[in-house]
């Protein structure tokens, strides 16, 4: 589950070897903020919302006629909206910190189930926060076989409460969607403007993000279900405590996001948080900061992606494989965590209490 975000600097710029940014710099931070905004961030945000309208759609016309044919329809959108996810999950700030809700897992299949029979629930509250979103969607389209959900949605006695429940879900999905880009579209000048480096700058929050970000793929999307209590090893294995557990789509979403973290610290085409470093002569162990971190993340993309079965039996059949992701992605956390944000001079103001 996420980790409460906090006020309070986790991070000190006592490291050695490093030279922080004191903010003196002329490195042009704005321009760097309009591409992200405009040509990362935005367009992320209209296809997820377009993907999460065709949700709702495929979702419409399953919970209209259950069949297995309209349920292979909704699945197929459920992936491709899911996937669209992991582009905007990042971003912690505007209405985009709402999207974050919608993916927090592991599912409470007991929660979702008590909401389903007694047909009362509030999807904003505390208690629904693991009952919800795409891992309920999941739980839902997944756990049981084709005949079995279509059957759960017709004949089953809650079946009118669980097609209720399916759309309210599903709408929250495609209305925070819509929500979220509308209010980046009206924050744009804002975000560039708010272009220093400190607490509340737009460059420091991202930065925030993509460290807090690495860290997720590394504890939730790996090592909880490695049996890792932060770093450190218990030795027993919880498949159910993957992303995506039901539909077994886990490594499918863990390379998507790691490849927009890259985007987002590489700027696509444009200026981007490698292009910050280079211009500061960051170092790492006597070498350039900016290309270790590309290569760093071109290395966990591969790891993640190179896993020739799902994680669920990867976990299993492929431990060493899974153990080296999760060291690599230990290793670039600290990097993005450590070595960038104290470069850029940038306090890390988030907790997570299990170490790096």
Not at 107 to 126: P, V, W
Not at 250 to 277: H, I, V
Not at 294 to 302: A, P, T
Request: some cysteine; overall charge negative.
């Amino acid at each position: 589950m996420f980790k409460n975000i906090c006020a309070v600097a986790a991070l000190l710029l006592l490291l050695g070897g490093c030279k922080p940014n004191d903010g003196g710099d002329k490195f042009d931070r704005a321009a760097m903020l309009t591409n992200l905004v405009n040509n990362i961030i935005i367009p992320a945000h209209q296809a997820f919302s377009a993907s999460a309208a065709q949700l709702k759609i495929k979702k419409d016309s399953f919970t209209a006629n259950p069949s297995s044919v309209t349920l292979d329809s909704l699945k197929a959108a459920f992936l491709s909206a899911y996937i669209s996810y992991m582009k905007v999950e990042t971003y912690s700030f505007t209405a985009s910190g709402e999207t974050r809700t919608l993916n927090v897992f592991v599912t409470d299949t007991s929660q979702i189930n008590t909401n389903i029979s007694t047909g009362a629930y509030n999807l904003s509250a505390a208690n629904n926060i693991q009952a919800k979103g795409f891992p309920a969607l999941d739980y839902l389209l997944f756990s049981r076989s084709s005949n079995e959900i279509v059957n759960l949605f017709t004949t089953d006695v809650n079946a009118a409460k669980r097609i209720q429940y399916l759309n309210d879900i599903t709408n929250e999905i495609a209305t925070t969607a819509s929500g979220a880009t509308v209010a980046w579209n009206n924050s744009v000048s804002q975000f560039i403007s708010a272009s220093g480096t400190d607490i509340g700058s737009s460059a420091g929050m991202l930065v925030n993000d993509l460290s807090f970000s690495s860290e997720r793929c590394r504890r939730e999307r790996v090592g909880n279900s490695l049996g890792y209590i932060g770093t450190i090893s218990s030795g027993n294995i919880a498949p159910y405590l993957l992303e995506a557990y039901h539909s077994a789509y886990s490594k499918e979403l863990l390379a998507e996001n790691l490849r927009q973290l890259k985007t987002l610290y590489e700027g696509g085409s444009g200026s981007g948080f490698d292009d910050y470093l280079t211009y500061l002569n960051a170092e790492y162990n006597g070498q350039p900061l900016a290309p270790a971190i590309s290569n760093q993340f071109d290395l966990v993309i591969q790891k993640a992606e190179i896993i020739p079965v799902n994680y669920s039996t990867a976990l299993t059949n492929n431990r060493p494989d899974m153990e080296s992701l999760f060291l690599e992605l230990k290793k670039l956390t600290v990097m993005l965590k450590v070595d960038m944000s104290s470069q850029l001079g940038v306090i890390i103001n988030y907790s997570d209490n299990d170490g790096d």
